[in-house]
Antibody, heavy 118, light 108 residues
Framework: QVQLQESGPGLVRPSETLSLTCTVSGGSISNYYWSWFRQPPGQGPEWIGYIHYSGSTNYNPSLKSRVTVSLDTSKNQFSLRLNYVTAADTAVYYC????????????WGQGTLVTVSS | EVVLTQSPGTLSLSPGERATLSCRAS???????LAWYQQKPGQAPSLLIYSASRRADGVSDRFSASGSGTEFTLTISRLEPEDFAVYYC?????????FGGGTKVEIK
């Protein structure tokens, strides 16, 4: 059973870069679509972007200029970088994955709260 | 960008009752790219339905879904205590992935 675990700072200062890593266990990172979502407190989920094992990526147009998703196959990890954060980027961030789809995700991490504040 | 509108915002029902949730798209979308999730407090969303009507692995057959074009429906045939949660629809078009605002199914 594939399991995902997010890790990274819980507090980021405005204008700095949010960096999170997702560690995949119980299966290979190969041949999956790996995604990041976020959910501000009390709101619905928002898609951030995905990366396929092949290296192809796609990002939410509203975040595209600030987002990078990358893959480290040697560590069975994928990562998120979000530049120039503001308070509006405060949310629970989830990593997720699916073998067949870059749209929905069957496997999810538990989520990690990232607060943007000085 | 496709906007998904879910209704009702809150559904108050008793265990054993039938729940019908609606998801309306601002423009026609492919059924292949419509999914439904369940989310309980403090947990990640859980995939229920993909491609508009296909149950994800391990999902109870009490959950069914249908629809096409701009109108999609999730039905829970007989509510069990563990079904009380928030439900989101999600879609993909050539532009982006978006979610609806959610329907909360609460115990009456």
């Amino acid at each position: 059973q594939v399991q995902l675990q997010e890790s990274g700072p819980g507090l980021v200062r405005p204008s700095e870069t949010l960096s999170l890593t997702c560690t995949v266990s119980g299966g290979s990172i190969s041949n999956y679509y790996w995604s990041w979502f976020r959910q501000p407190p009390g709101q619905g989920p928002e898609w951030i972007g995905y990366i396929h094992y092949s290296g192809s990526t796609n990002y939410n147009p509203s975040l595209k200029s600030r987002v990078t998703v990358s893959l480290d196959t040697s560590k069975n990890q994928f990562s998120l970088r979000l530049n120039y954060v503001t308070a509006a980027d405060t949310a629970v961030y989830y990593c997720a994955g699916d073998r067949n789809s870059n749209v929905w995700a069957y496997y999810w991490g538990q989520g990690t709260l990232v607060t943007v504040s000085s | 960008e496709v906007v998904l509108t879910q209704s009702p915002g809150t559904l108050s029902l008793s265990p054993g009752e039938r729940a019908t949730l609606s998801c309306r798209a601002s423009q026609s979308i492919s059924s292949s790219y419509l999914a439904w999730y369940q989310q309980k407090p403090g947990q990640a969303p859980s995939l229920l339905i993909y491609s508009a009507s296909r149950r994800a692995d391990g999902v109870s057959d009490r959950f069914s879904a249908s629809g096409s074009g701009t109108e999609f429906t999730l039905t829970i045939s007989r509510l069990e205590p563990e079904d009380f949660a928030v439900y989101y629809c999600q879609q993909y078009d050539s532009y982006s992935v978006t979610f609806g605002g959610g329907t909360k199914v609460e115990i009456k």
